[in-house]
């Protein structure tokens, strides 16, 4: 139960920036691709999390592993692909996320933070009811 409601503080999380990114491109009239890419993965990934927390809920151990995986994929995606892909020094990324500087670099680093413990509380409860 707690990997789930985890997931779902993951999900506000992520709802929060893609929802902020969206607003800051309707207000500046700036769809670049950045913004567009963080809307977009935003939603896929909300999206994605509620599935495998339902999943969770039901006591459902592919859920509960399936979880693990997308919150753990989510976390080095954040951490290690991103600065890989858009060419950012890992430094700023790190700054950025945990920074506390914006209100998108909150929202995507709380994620992050909720994302990584959702992994750890539901890889620990996959291998204890498996």
Same mark, same amino acid.
């Given at each position: 139960?707690?990997?789930?409601?985890?997931?779902?503080?993951?999900?506000?999380?992520?709802?929060?920036?893609?929802?902020?990114?969206?607003?800051?491109?309707?207000?500046?009239?700036?769809?670049?691709?950045? !913004?567009?890419?963080? $809307?977009? =993965?935003?939603?896929?990934?909300?999206?994605?999390?509620?599935?495998?927390? #339902? &999943?969770? +809920?039901?006591?459902?151990?592919?859920?509960?592993?399936?979880?693990?995986?997308?919150?753990?994929?989510?976390? !080095?995606?954040?951490? $290690?692909? =991103?600065?890989?892909?858009?060419?950012?020094?890992?430094?700023?990324?790190? #700054? &950025?996320? +945990?920074?506390?500087?914006?209100?998108?670099?909150?929202?995507?680093?709380?994620?992050?933070?909720?994302?990584?413990?959702?992994?750890? $509380?539901? =890889?620990?409860?996959?291998?204890?009811?498996?």
């Amino acid at each position: 139960m707690i990997a789930g409601i985890l997931a779902l503080v993951a999900t506000a999380m992520l709802v929060w920036f893609a929802l902020n990114d969206a607003l800051y491109a309707i207000r500046h009239d700036d769809w670049s691709s950045l !913004v567009l890419q963080n $809307v977009i =993965a935003g939603v896929i990934g909300a999206g994605a999390l509620v599935v495998a927390a #339902a &999943f969770t +809920f039901a006591r459902r151990i592919p859920g509960v592993w399936t979880l693990c995986g997308l919150c753990g994929l989510y976390v !080095v995606a954040n951490l $290690v692909l =991103a600065p890989l892909l858009h060419g950012t020094p890992f430094g700023a990324q790190f #700054a &950025f996320l +945990f920074g506390f500087d914006k209100v998108n670099g909150i929202a995507a680093g709380l994620a992050t933070m909720f994302c990584a413990l959702t992994a750890i $509380v539901a =890889a620990v409860a996959g291998s204890v009811k498996s």
